[in-house]
């Protein structure tokens, strides 16, 4: 059975090693994928670009965690017993230090973490009474406002989607208009220009 880490060096850069670890698993496949799509240049420097948004990814919950932690236990000390505010005020101030900064990989995680607080307040107003329990499954009103409004917003208001929504979003509805071959499948079916004779 695995035992608490008493000495705070060690346990900080188990933290960071961990985190950093975590961070790989789960930017590294997705911005490869997304890179290759999407993105115009040479091999090397989609491969610097993939480096870079691990790296960043990585290095930010490596940060959010030391801080959340060191924050929560700071306070625990300072008031003598663990407290739900706590955990709030840790986060909002660790949220505003590491991912306060509005750049591509911190509207991902911001914009991932939104969608299910939305889902998990939703649930929590209706365990607590505040929200009467649904008669009908809302699940699929739900899908239908979700498709309505982002196709809409896609084809008349496009600027307002982060990047690479966008990406997908032109690659499915408006690059999937044009038809060249099988490779179509396989590759990246953009138009393709003739070179001037």
């Known amino acids: 059975m695995p035992t608490a880490i008493k000495p705070k060096w060690r346990r900080s850069t188990l933290i960071h090693i961990f985190n950093d670890s975590y961070g790989a698993k789960i930017r590294a496949p997705h911005a490869l994928v997304m890179t290759f799509l999407f993105r115009s240049g040479s091999l090397k ?31 625990e000390r300072i008031q003598g017993k663990s407290l739900p505010s706590q955990s709030f005020f840790a986060a909002c101030l660790g949220g505003w230090l590491v991912f306060g900064e509005n750049n591509n990989i911190n509207s991902q995680i911001n914009m991932y973490l939104l969608s299910r607080i939305l889902f998990a307040l939703s649930r929590l107003a209706v365990e607590k009474g505040i929200v009467p329990q649904p008669k009908r499954d809302p699940f699929p009103l739900f899908a239908t406002l979700v498709w309505g409004i982002v196709l809409w917003l ?6 307002t989607l982060q990047p690479s929504l966008q990406s997908s979003m032109n690659y499915l509805y408006h690059d999937s208009n044009v038809w060249h071959d099988i490779s179509d499948f396989l590759v990246y079916n953009k138009p393709r220009t003739v070179a001037p004779k």
């Open 154 to 159: 896609f084809e008349y208001h496009p600027h």
């Open 45 to 75: 420097d989609k491969l610097r670009a993939i480096v870079k948004a691990t790296y960043q990814h990585s290095r930010n919950l490596a940060y959010f965690v030391f801080t959340y932690k060191g924050l929560q236990a700071l306070q």
